[in-house]
């Protein structure tokens, strides 16, 4: 199935509700993350944010181009006219602007009906002001005074919209109401990733509480796939300590590298991926080897099963039989 580009930004924005900006001194202060991770709107930190959270929304979903790039919101009303973007009327994935020109606030939309609109808007509280605290999600009446207008991201699959002018032209889907992408089709929007070229993504705030959950979808699918570009290339995996020194490591090629130390709360098999400890706990259950070690390690020794019998090949090229099979 198609990524759809629609449900990526939904879905990206969705994954921020929750957060908050900074607070001092008994205050919220507009500070937050998303004006420096934008590339060119690092100067509006501290100022007024909704409009770059709805430029930064588009960068992490790989779209970027659909939308204008700017901390103001009369900016990207002009952006959207001057693209031909432009309506007066609701779409799913669309880039609602408020105020008597747009200037005054801005937001995303992922559903509407004959009377209200559903939104991902930041900079804004629960009563939906335009100078909030957050990332919420908020319902509007369209007849709202303060709703101004839509500017419509031109989105490769096209866009679903309720101005029925729009109905039989190219690019374009008209439904009276629509509730927005749902599970199923924000699934894909999880692959954002596949879009972040030159770009980190990150995982944070109270919705997330940095981490990533991955939720099987039945028992026939893999929870986490991780492709090498090369088998020498860079590590598939990296983690590390709150010192930032890497303790634990994937290999392009799939070699599991241990830098700290490490303990089993079971049992360990090696040589098989089937378990074959003789109904043991905490014990290390070794397979014949599949291949018995012919050359010398060296400054050390290598443990091993031959025909049942544990042995051991120190650097001099001794093997010792330690036990009998």
């Known amino acids: 199935m198609a990524i759809s580009l629609m449900a990526q930004v939904i879905a990206v924005a969705k994954s921020q509700v929750g957060y908050r900006e900074g607070y001092t001194e008994g205050g919220w202060n507009n500070a937050e993350k998303y004006a420096s991770e934008v590339p060119g709107l690092g100067w509006a930190q501290g100022q007024s944010w909704c409009a770059v959270f709805t430029s930064w929304v588009a960068m992490r979903a790989g779209c970027a181009s659909l939308f204008p790039r700017t901390a103001d919101c009369s900016a990207a009303v002009t952006w959207f006219n001057s693209a031909g973007r432009w309506s007066w009327y609701p779409a799913i994935g669309a880039q609602v602007m408020y105020g008597t020109s747009g200037q005054d606030h801005t937001g995303i939309v992922y559903a509407y009906d004959s009377t209200y609109i559903w939104t991902i808007e930041a900079n804004t509280s629960d009563n939906g002001t335009s100078e909030g605290d957050g990332v919420y999600f908020r319902k509007r009446k369209r007849s709202d005074a303060n709703v101004y207008g839509y500017g419509l991201p031109a989105y490769p699959e096209g866009i679903i919209t309720s101005e029925v002018a729009k109905k039989g032209v ?35 705030g109270a919705a997330h509480a940095g981490r990533v959950f991955v939720q099987q979808n039945d028992s026939g699918t893999v929870g986490l796939e991780v492709i090498a570009a090369s088998s020498t290339g860079s590590s598939l995996v990296l983690l590390k300590d709150a010192n930032g020194v890497a303790v634990f490591e994937i290999a392009a090629g799939g070699q599991i590298i241990h830098r700290g130390q490490s303990t089993y709360t079971s049992s360990l098999q090696v040589g098989s991926s089937t378990a074959d400890i003789g109904g043991g706990a905490g014990v290390i259950g070794i397979k014949n080897a599949s291949t018995v070690p012919t050359t010398n390690p060296t400054g050390g020794g290598i443990l091993f099963v ?19 099979a």
Do not use: F
Request: hydrophobic letters at 30%.
């Open 306 to 324: 031959q025909n049942g019998a544990l042995k051991y090949r120190g650097s001099s090229g001794t093997v010792t039989t330690i036990a009998p």
């Open 170 to 204: 190219s690019g374009y889907t008209y439904a009276v109401s629509h509730m927005g992408p749902g599970p199923a089709e924000l699934t894909p929007g999880a692959l954002m990733t596949n879009n972040l070229v030159t770009d980190t993504l990150s995982v944070d």
